[in-house]
């Protein structure tokens, strides 16, 4: 099953994939998770992946489109895989169909008012990478459920990074809900409602195509 989360930010694409690769065997490819990687060298490639994320904007098309093929032929994701955060333009769509027949296209869909509210209370586990909600989490002590690690903000969830972000995705990423409506591929879901209930529901629809 090929399968792309679509959203924006905030909206719980990273959380609910790790519930959904968990329960379909699928490969998690979050090319945030990638580019936040790969900015962590001391390399003139790192320090420009660096400055686009801090400033909220869109790596070039063409990087993008070759770092995913690379990672989508990778072994681990020959049983299926789900793309978390690719694509962001049309131009990466088009592209993506030349690599992959995708099955399905979930859009996490919340009002853009609620979105800063959750990026605030966002922590993301230093070490396992785990995202937690802080006014979720049972211990005041910021520390990973999972595996006890440290948990951090991000640097790109900074209030004025986050409303360029979100002013990117309107205008980038949000025709893709058209583009992929017009193609049959579109499966809409409410991303207010509490992550379990969100969870639920987009199982129960990859259920009838599995
Ligand atoms: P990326 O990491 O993909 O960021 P994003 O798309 O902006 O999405 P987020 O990670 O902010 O949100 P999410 O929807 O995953 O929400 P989450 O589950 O964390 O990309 C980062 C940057 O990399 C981009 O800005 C860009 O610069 C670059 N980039 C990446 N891909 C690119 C591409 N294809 N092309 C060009 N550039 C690219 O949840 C958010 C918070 O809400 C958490 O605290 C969580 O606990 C909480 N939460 C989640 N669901 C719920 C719920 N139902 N109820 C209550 N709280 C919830």
Known sequence: MQIVFLGPPG???GTQ???VCRRFGLAHISTGDMLRQAMTGDSDFARGIKAILSEGGLVPD???V????????QEDCKN???LDGFPRTIAQADALAGIVDIDAVVYL???LEALAQRIASRRVCSSCNTICNMQLLDSIEMICPDCGGELIQR????ME?????????ERATSPLVDYYKQSGLLISIDAAQPIEAVGREIVRVLERLS
């Open 80 to 82: 299926g895989s789900l």
């Open 17 to 19: 994939a790790s519930i």
């Open 66 to 73: 070759e770092i995913v093929s690379n990672r989508m032929a």
């Open 109 to 111: 869909s919340m009002e």
């Open 155 to 158: 640097d790109d969830d900074k």
């Open 161 to 169: 990074t986050v409303r360029n972000r979100l002013n990117i995705y």
């Open 11 to 13: 909206a719980g694409k």
């Open 62 to 64: 063409e990087l993008m």
